[in-house]
T-cell receptor, first 114, second 116 residues
Framework: AQKVTQAQTEISVVEKEDVTLDCVYE???????LFWYKQPPSGELVFLIR??????QNEISGRYSWNFQKSTSSFNFTITASQVVDSAVYFC???????????FGPGTRLSVLP | NAGVTQTPKFQVLKTGQSMTLQCAQD?????MYWYRQDPGMGLRLIYY???????DKGEVPNGYNVSRLNKREFSLRLESAAPSQTSVYFC???????????????FGEGSRLTVL
């Protein structure tokens, strides 16, 4: 099976610290998508970003940034100046271009302490 | 906008009983998915449907059947429930444009199933 690995099960940081969530994926496809989703304590899944396999440019959105490195099959997520509201489980995911094998990693639980 | 609607939201079954989880989306999406979420294991794909009448197995299909009778609806059936199927189940949908999945999955609110 082509897996998505998130090696960090749980991370705790103090508010205003920067934190990076790691994601490593496996794929035999040359064309694929990568994603990050957030699941706050309320339980809903919130889409954060999509990146396709031929666009390795890093992306920044406010306090969030993503680093895609095809050479190491990694798609890491950094939160700058973390806030208590960032506390959630974060999932990395990978999909084939046609939507098959839309597979999630096991998630990283981030706790931001005041 | 309703988005993705799942029913029921909660269900308790005894081992061996059967049940069907219903899912409907009103966004005219082609692709639909069923996932289960268990602590520490993230979301695991059970079945996927690219379009009406087509379904494909995901990571953990054993013990489940699905049906995609029309574009809107994608149901998940447990024929003989087992305690290992106790989980939270999520239905999701995604659009296809120009042959590419657009990417964002739209999720239902989840269905919490307990098998005793």
């Amino acid at each position: 099976a082509q897996k998505v690995t998130q090696a960090q099960t749980e991370i705790s940081v103090v508010e205003k610290e920067d934190v990076t969530l790691d994601c490593v994926y496996e794929t035999r496809d040359t064309t694929y998508y990568l994603f990050w989703y957030k699941q706050p304590p309320s339980g809903e899944l919130v889409f954060l970003i999509r990146r396709n396999s031929f666009d390795e440019q890093n992306e920044i959105s406010g306090r969030y940034s993503w680093n895609f490195q095809k050479s190491t099959s990694s798609f890491n997520f950094t939160i700058t100046a973390s806030q208590v509201v960032d506390s959630a489980v974060y999932f990395c995911a990978r999909s084939h271009r046609y939507g098959q094998n839309f597979v999630f990693g096991p998630g990283t639980r981030l706790s931001v302490l005041p | 906008n309703a988005g993705v609607t799942q029913t029921p939201k909660f269900q308790v079954l005894k081992t061996g009983q059967s049940m069907t989880l219903q899912c409907a989306q009103d966004m005219n999406h082609n692709s639909m998915y069923w996932y289960r979420q268990d602590p520490g294991m993230g979301l695991r794909l059970i079945y996927y449907s690219a379009s009406e009448g087509t379904t494909d197995k995901g990571e953990v299909p054993n013990g489940y059947n699905v049906s995609r009778l029309n574009k809107r609806e994608f149901s998940l059936r447990l024929e003989s429930a087992a305690p290992s199927q106790t989980s939270v189940y999520f239905c999701a949908s995604s659009a296809i444009e120009g042959g590419w999945v657009t990417g964002e999955l739209f999720f239902g609110e989840g269905s919490r199933l307990t098998v005793l």
